[in-house]
């Protein structure tokens, strides 16, 4: 069963969240005075930044992950999407634009940023990483192979980050798409993620032979029906955080025309 004291403390794990902490806390600390002399110790980017790191290795980390791993498909999808959407966007937040600079600045990376940073490439590079991980012989291999399942953990991460960055995109090189190209790359993710939650959801049998054999944490809950919550909530939070981020967009669009409407009126007196 569970062992709710085992904590994972792998060194590739805390030493790669120590070592990305280690580095924001001197970027944003020490060396702040060279990156943009002017600015001041960005505390609020710095909360969302490390509550990231806390999120990820809570996710991953935690008693939370044997349950993934062993018994509950539906714990393994919301281990997922953790990583996916709270902390995908706490990092992406916490970024202050001079940190980012240093590196979306420089000329030789140019073009390669600006083709990786296209909402299309974003949204392919999400949608394909997190279907094509889906399929039962990847899966499978993940759950018996803890050095595939980082990779898959690695992977799913980055696609995240690829997915929020034309919404939240920290860099003045590579700013956010306007607010309705938003919208619509929000409703693009959606349908492009459909065919993923309808093999899952709707498949007549269990695709991932670790969970049909697995014990049963909660015997009301068959294999299938485990199966059936997992798509289920891979669709329904996914739609969720859509609409959200599609909301905010909507908002911050209306609010602008506005703001741009009196400026007309103003300049027009």
């Known amino acids: ?53 806390l999120l990820f290795y809570l996710a991953v980390g935690s008693p939370f992950d044997q349950i993934a791993e062993r018994y509950l498909l539906s714990a393994h999808m919301l281990q997922h999407q953790i990583m996916i959407y709270p902390c995908a966007v706490l990092f992406l937040i916490g970024l202050p634009e001079w940190l980012v600079r240093p590196v979306t600045a420089v ?25 094509v991980w889906h399929a039962p012989t990847l899966y499978e291999l993940t759950l018996v192979n803890k050095n595939v399942h980082v990779i898959e953990h690695l992977m799913f991460f980055g696609a995240a980050l690829f997915y929020w960055w034309p919404v939240l995109s920290p860099s003045r090189e590579f700013p956010p798409i306007s607010y309705p190209g938003q919208m619509l790359y929000q409703l693009v993710i959606v349908i492009g993620m459909t065919p993923a939650f ?18 049963r944490l909660i015997s009301q809950l068959s294999p299938q029906e485990d199966q059936l919550l997992a798509g289920s ?14 909301g905010w967009s909507f908002y ?18």
């Open 107 to 131: 000329p030789s990376l140019k073009t390669l940023l600006r083709f990786l940073t296209r909402p299309v490439i974003c949204a392919i590079v999400y949608t394909v990483t997190y279907s």
């Open 252 to 269: 911050n669009w209306s609010k602008s025309s506005a703001r741009n409407d009196l400026l007309e009126t103003a300049n027009k007196r």
């Open 198 to 215: 309808a093999y899952i959801t709707f498949s007549d049998h269990v695709l991932y032979p670790v969970y049909e054999y697995a014990p």
């Open 233 to 246: 909530m891979m669709k329904i939070i996914g739609m969720a955080v859509a609409l959200t981020s599609f």
């Open 1 to 53: 069963m569970i062992d709710w004291r085992h904590w994972h403390n792998e060194p590739y794990l805390i030493g790669g969240l120590i070592l990305l902490g280690w580095l924001y806390a001197i970027f944003t600390g020490p060396f702040r005075a060279t990156l943009e002399p002017t600015a001041p110790y960005p505390r609020r980017q710095a909360v969302c930044f490390y509550s990231s790191l």
